[in-house]
């Protein structure tokens, strides 16, 4: 079983890639320090308030587990969709999904250890566990990175193909999330039941607080509304698919933690779009008020 979730991990990293342009990079050249501060709240950012939000309400170390594995996922391309609905900078959004997606495949191992280290109930569940920190750092890496550098050179090199892998691919990626989140929860009613009541809310305040993260570094340092926008959307939406996934391939399949993750993945989906769709007519509203007054 471990070994069909590492292949679903694998398949799902390269399709991602196949949408990643190395062109893109151009705009990191052009626009640096906005780059730096969004990469930084990402990679950080939420870590950190995701640390504070479970120090201060103690919940059991499955679910804390699941809380910093979201916090520690990149960007997902769903951020990128949103950001173009809300009308933010698409270029923006793109650039840091690409940056964290490659940061992922270095880091999120060592990310996930590292946090999960600082709030002692996690910590003490990875070692009664008995996870083999070395063999989790490589098998992720190794997962993570050969897909990744796969799809990158294709999209590179053979741009028409990788355009039409990604056409048949991405479906198939987004199919298997469906079917880890059904079965995940159908396997795991019980959890739910007695952890409903706790996870649920949890998932919502987290989740608003990734979002309000975003959007307080985003209009307070980049002073670019577009930005901003498109800031808030990739620290609230995290590809909770490949979080999902290294939870039950790589750390013991912990129930409470992958009702976590799973339902971020949809929770986020919802928040996200409602918040689109709040800054879309926010858009019409502030149009309507500037041809009313050329009037």
């Known amino acids: 079983m471990q070994g069909v979730l590492s292949i679903a991990l694998a398949f799902i990293m390269f399709a991602v890639a196949l949408g990643l342009r190395p062109s893109d990079f151009t705009f990191v050249r052009t626009h ?3 780059v730096i501060i969004g990469t930084v709240v990402q990679l950080a950012g939420l870590p950190v308030l995701t640390l504070g ?6 919940p059991s170390p499955g679910i804390a587990l699941g809380m910093l594995v979201v916090a520690c996922c990149p960007g997902g391309n769903v951020s990128n969709l949103l950001t173009r609905i809300s009308k933010g900078n698409a270029a923006y959004s793109v650039a840091l999904t690409l940056i964290s997606s490659i940061f992922a495949v270095a880091l999120l191992p ?11 109930p996690t910590a003490n569940l990875l070692e009664e566990i008995n996870i083999d920190r070395v063999r989790f750092i490589l098998a992720t890496s190794v997962t993570l990175l050969i897909p990744l550098t796969a799809g990158l050179f294709t999209a590179h090199y053979r741009p028409q193909l990788a355009a039409k892998l990604g056409r048949i691919f991405m479906p198939i990626a987004i199919g298997i999330l469906i079917i880890l989140i059904v ?3 159908s396997t795991n009613k019980h959890l739910i039941l007695d952890y409903g009541t706790e996870t649920l809310p949890l998932v919502i305040i987290h989740n608003a607080l990734a979002f309000t993260l975003g959007a307080l570094i985003g209009y307070a340092f980049l002073k670019d509304r577009l930005k901003a926008r498109a800031l808030t959307f990739e620290v609230g939406i995290q590809n909770t698919g490949l979080g999902l996934l290294i939870v039950l391939s790589q750390l013991g399949g912990i129930g409470s933690a992958a009702i976590i993750v ?4 949809i929770w986020h989906l919802f928040a996200g779009f409602l918040l689109a769709t709040l800054f879309r007519a926010l858009n019409k509203s502030n149009e309507q008020q500037t041809a009313a007054s050329i009037k």
């Open 32 to 34: 640096t320090r906005s």
């Open 53 to 58: 939000l479970i120090s201060a309400i103690e």
């Open 110 to 120: 060592f990310a996930i250890l590292f946090w999960t280290g600082l709030y002692s």
């Open 183 to 185: 079965v995940g929860v």
């Open 262 to 265: 799973a339902s971020w993945s």
